[in-house]
């Protein structure tokens, strides 16, 4: 079974600048998970998508950000336009049951904004 | 004061040494608790997951949860080179989304 495959692995863009992150997640999983992890701090959670539907979206930074999930399938990470603290890993996770604990995650994006 | 409280360490410990890693967390309504590993440049990888409260064993790894201490543990036997990495716990509510992550604690088992 593939993994959840995140690209670019890596990104380097200039402040002011518009940068897409793409997750594919585990074929069948409908639960779909973006985190976010800044230098030196806690991985934190961003959004939750249930098929194409944003679940919750309450750790969302502020509305530079935008996420979306088509189809249901895979989901891109926008940032337009980026800021310096917007700097660090992104990771995406997906799961087949929400309730329970154990996402799989990607092994993320690490986004420097210079 | 942040919800789950983790040492990040850096431990170091000789091979075939028991290692212990521990998390607080001030969220009562935390019911799920995990533990993953993370090696360098790749994402977490989910080594042991725990409902409520008592133990879990798997290999070398066991979980515990005291749901009335607000603290969980994971236990490694026979540390091995490989193990070298950073651990972090998660937790969540019954119905959650999100998992609330430790900052990570830096495991180095040296030969």
């Known amino acids: 079974e593939a993994g959840v495959t995140q690209f670019p692995s890596h990104s380097v863009i200039e402040k002011g600048q518009t940068v897409t992150l793409r997750c594919d997640p585990i074929s069948g999983h409908d639960n779909l998970y973006w985190y976010r992890r800044v230098m030196g701090k806690e991985i934190k959670f961003l959004l939750h998508?249930?098929?194409?539907?944003?679940?919750?979206e309450s750790g969302m930074p502020n509305n530079r950000f935008l996420a979306e999930r088509t189809g249901g399938t895979y989901s891109t990470l926008k940032v337009q336009p980026a800021e310096l603290e917007d700097s660090g890993v992104y990771f995406c996770a997906s799961s087949q049951d929400r309730t329970g604990g154990g996402y799989t995650f990607g092994s993320g994006t690490r986004l420097t904004v210079v | 004061q942040k919800e789950v409280e983790q040492d990040p360490g850096p431990l170091s410990v000789p091979e075939g040494a028991i290692v212990s890693l521990n998390c607080t967390y001030s969220n009562s309504a935390f019911q799920y608790f995990m533990w993953y590993r993370q090696y360098s440049r790749k994402g977490p990888e989910l080594l042991m997951y725990t409902y409520s409260s008592g133990n879990k064993e798997d290999g070398r790894f066991t979980a515990q949860v005291d749901k009335s201490s607000k603290y969980i543990s994971l236990f490694i036997r026979d540390s091995q080179p490989s193990d070298s990495a950073t651990y972090l716990c998660?937790?969540?509510?019954?119905?959650?989304?999100?998992?609330?992550f430790g900052t990570g604690t830096r495991l180095q088992v040296t030969l």
């Open positions: 998660a937790m969540k509510g019954g119905t959650a989304s999100k998992l609330t």
């Open positions: 998508f249930v098929k194409e539907s944003k679940q919750d």
